[in-house]
């Protein structure tokens, strides 16, 4: 008898394990590429800014470009999709340096307006079922 009390008064608790899930909870495939100068760029950071008030500082999708630019878009782990929904990107790419004690990170090769998602211009809108963000072609100027 005790048993059963017991497992009717957690039948409650444990029916609220369920809710459905907010939308920045729930990530899309998402890929893109970046160049610099007409060249792809290996080995950039891209990081995501929602321009949502409602999506939490937590939620910044990011990504690590390829040999040939390419990118996987990953929230909540490596290249798991980004929520739907639009941003503003800020990128940085820290050319290795060898200083002759082996390699070190070097300074941010880009421009510094890159680096900050207010000044980049750059503008990323990610959609259901899956995004190819369009080129990301990043100049001097």
Do not use: H
């Amino acid at each position: 008898m005790a048993s059963g009390t017991l497992a009717l008064l957690l039948t409650p608790a444990l029916s609220g394990c369920g809710g459905s899930s907010k939308p920045w909870e729930v990530v899309v495939p998402a890929s893109g590429q970046v160049t610099f100068e007409g060249k792809p760029v290996a080995g950039a950071q891209i990081t995501l800014y929602p321009t949502s008030a409602e999506v939490p500082d937590t939620v910044r999708p990011s990504a690590t470009t390829s040999e040939d630019g390419s990118f996987v878009l990953g929230t909540y782990g490596a290249n798991d999709g980004a929520p739907a929904g639009d941003y503003k990107a800020g990128i940085v790419w820290f050319k290795v340096v060898d200083t002759g004690g082996g390699p070190v990170r070097g300074n941010n090769v880009l421009p510094q307006k890159y680096s900050n998602p207010e000044a980049s211009g750059i503008v990323v809108t990610v959609n259901a079922p899956e995004t190819r963000v369009a080129a990301i072609s990043l100049t001097k100027k």
